[in-house]
């Protein structure tokens, strides 16, 4: 399967409790994307890397989120001190970069990371 | 502030009818979007797209319709199968290109 991966598929924290997500990307994507779903919501942006380069975070990913991609290949995104509002599911996906205008390289997403904080 | 809306959480429709799917946006720089299919735990498979220079681009049984100066789309699925019943997400990138901005999604259900 050469799609996006993430691991795990499921994660139940108590509150105040660190949690790691793992991203693999589709592996000839050189851009990383983040989003976060909640329920009755479209996904919303929080990061995204070309390569090993951050190149936008949202406001939404406060101080307690941070992300990394270390080789420009996997990524990972820690929550720190984990509270009942960052339950959500968190969706990555990958793409190439898009050159030029009215053109778009669409991205590809992962199953998603259900997380639910305690 | 939601750029891009989907006012209808659900939709329903009978087998082999036509599902039309509307998306409105605001932001009058966006010159792309895409509609996204999910099924339930699952990621967001990507279906179709179009760019602001047409109006119209069609893919087997989905067809995508882009009116700019109503800042509207719509997606046409014919003929509907149960299998097409998933949230369907209309997204446009950021003027940046890279970020995906969604609408809260609508469902659809197609009954037998």
């Known amino acids: 399967d050469t799609g996006v991966s993430q691991d795990p598929r499921h994660k139940i924290t108590k509150r105040g409790q660190n949690v790691t997500f793992r991203c693999d990307p589709i592996s000839e994507h050189n851009r990383l994307y983040w989003y976060r779903q909640t329920l009755g919501q479209g996904p919303e942006f929080l990061t995204y890397?070309?390569?090993?380069?951050?190149?936008?975070k949202s406001r939404l990913l406060s101080d307690r989120f941070s992300a990394e991609r270390p080789k420009g290949s996997f990524s990972t995104l820690e929550i720190q001190r984990t509270e009942q509002g960052d339950s959500a599911m968190y969706l990555c996906?990958?793409?190439?970069?898009?050159?030029?205008?009215?053109?778009?390289?669409?991205?590809?997403f992962g199953p998603g990371t259900r997380l639910t904080v305690l | 502030d939601q750029q891009v809306k989907q006012n209808s959480p659900s939709l329903s429709v009978q087998e082999g009818r036509i599902s039309i799917l509307n998306c409105d946006y605001t932001n009058s720089m966006f010159d792309y979007f895409l509609w996204y299919k999910k099924y339930p735990a699952e990621g967001p498979t990507f279906l179709i797209s179009?760019?602001?220079?047409?109006d119209k681009n069609e893919d087997g049984r989905f067809t995508v319709f882009l009116n700019k100066s109503a800042k509207h789309l719509s997606l046409h699925i014919v003929p509907s199968q149960p299998g097409d019943s998933a949230v369907y997400f209309c997204a446009a990138p950021e003027t940046s290109g890279s970020r995906l901005t969604f609408g809260e999604g609508t469902q659809l259900t197609v009954n037998p």
């Open positions: 890397f070309q390569n090993e380069a951050q190149l936008e």
């Open positions: 179009i760019s602001s220079i047409k």
């Open positions: 996906a990958s793409s190439f970069p898009t050159l030029g205008v009215f053109s778009y390289n669409e991205q590809f």
